[in-house]
């Protein structure tokens, strides 16, 4: 014992190392693994095996689509969504531009459909058949507006609209998680600190007593495996509030549920299912072609609810044929204007839709095992990588530090 006593006399310094560098190591690999997670954005190396690309961005579709199924599932329906805008105040909000709209509408598609005569007839009846297409428009659209809200499903895919978007974008699925577990990826982070340190008081007595060259770097494996396991368990367990020795414990993910709901949907809200994303989805997304549908059997209703000064003459004028193809061509331009007319109505559609406050109150709803899915997957597939990532790292770094120690000491 009094070799002992006095061989820590002469080396304290390094020995006090020992739990200093455990540690750091519990600390810089828990920095590695939380870059790891996001960061690249983008594969980096050669493909497929020599490089890397963070786990959320490489499993964007798988994540953004389970994401996407709590959303849709249990938070909010594509048809609560659309239920809560007005039609007819839609109709009015866009009133000016749609009637702007249609008028040079009508001239390109008289104009392409049956070139000299639409500029041979008289003003005033060029002037009536614009007017008659602009009086029926708004109540058009008002109309197809109502169709889609009674069957939404079949015109506005918002699984497919959000998990596009996330795709595309990895750097706001990045964002989603970051934002969301803030305050996790902190506590993981420092975490490492404590638990690494404590794992070094044990493993410096263990070298003050053996001075087994293999200690260090087998501690330090430990330390980089066991703190990154450790961490993520008490992220996300236990689920439900469980005592141990006399403390409650619960995953901290589940335990800040409240301001994980507000940060998750203010971000949603701003970001994904915004009334812009909303329209480009109806408008132009994979099931566009059934609101062209829709748009143009309104379009036909209208123009056909009455006999017209205008309907005979053009039908005489360019044939029945042309006359059926001018009013496609009619639908096809209004579809193609509408996402811009649509610009003016979202201020509007914000406050009606008012999605951050729907996904906040229903989030807050869920029970813990519902909730604890919002986050879990951007971990729980590949989280085996980054617990053996820290563990290599802290190998690496005990057998650097038992040559400095047997060097130092010698």
């Not at 994904?272 to 480009?280: G, L």
Request: net charge neutral; proline share 5%; aromatic share 10%.
């Amino acid at each position: 014992m009094g070799a002992i006593l006095d061989d820590f006399a002469r080396h304290w310094g390094l020995y006090v190392s020992i739990p200093i560098v455990a540690a750091l190591i519990g600390y810089g690999t828990k920095l590695v693994a939380i870059r790891m997670m996001f960061q690249p954005v983008e594969f980096i190396g050669i493909k497929p095996f020599l490089g890397w690309q963070g786990i959320v961005p490489k499993r964007a579709a798988r994540m953004a689509s389970i994401a996407c199924d709590t959303m849709t599932e249990q938070l909010i329906k594509p048809a609560e969504i659309v239920a809560r805008l007005d039609a007819a105040r839609i109709a009015k909000e866009i009133e000016k531009p749609l009637l702007a709209g249609i008028e040079d509408i009508v001239r390109e598609v008289a104009g392409h459909y049956q070139p000299g005569l639409w500029e041979t007839l008289p003003v005033g009846v060029q002037r009536l058949v614009i007017q008659r297409v602009q009086g029926e428009a708004p109540r058009m659209i008002a109309a197809v507006l109502e169709l889609i809200k009674s069957d939404v499903d079949s015109v506005f895919d918002l699984k497919g609209m959000v998990v596009t978007s996330l795709v595309k974008d990895k750097r706001l699925l990045n964002r989603i998680f970051q934002e969301s577990g803030a305050q996790e990826f902190k506590f993981i982070a420092r975490s490492g600190l404590v638990f690494g340190g404590a794992i070094g008081v044990v493993q410096m007595v263990a070298w003050i007593l053996f001075k087994f060259p293999l200690i260090m770097p087998v501690f330090g494996l430990f330390t980089g495996w066991f703190t990154d396991w450790l961490a993520l368990r008490m992220i996300f367990f236990p689920i439900e509030p469980k005592k141990y020795f006399g403390v409650e414990w619960q995953g901290l993910f589940l335990k800040r549920r409240e301001e994980v709901a507000e940060a998750y949907g203010a971000l949603i809200a701003k970001e994904i299912i915004t009334p812009h994303n909303v329209i480009e989805a109806l408008l132009r997304g994979p099931l566009s072609d059934r609101v062209l549908a829709l748009i143009q059997r309104q379009l036909d209703e209208e123009l056909g609810r009455r006999v017209s000064v205008a309907k005979p003459l053009l039908v005489f004028a360019v044939g029945s044929r042309k006359y059926q193809d001018m009013k496609l061509a009619i639908a096809e331009q209004i579809m193609k204007r509408l996402p811009e007319t649509m610009r003016y109505i979202e201020d509007y559609a914000t406050d009606a839709m008012d999605i951050r406050n729907v996904l906040v109150s229903k989030m807050k709803q869920l029970s813990p095992h519902e909730f604890e899915r919002l986050l879990r997957p951007a971990f729980e597939q590949d989280e085996w990588i980054l617990i053996a990532t820290g563990a290599v790292l802290g190998f690496c770094v005990g057998e650097a530090q038992v040559l400095i120690l047997e060097h130092l000491a010698a």
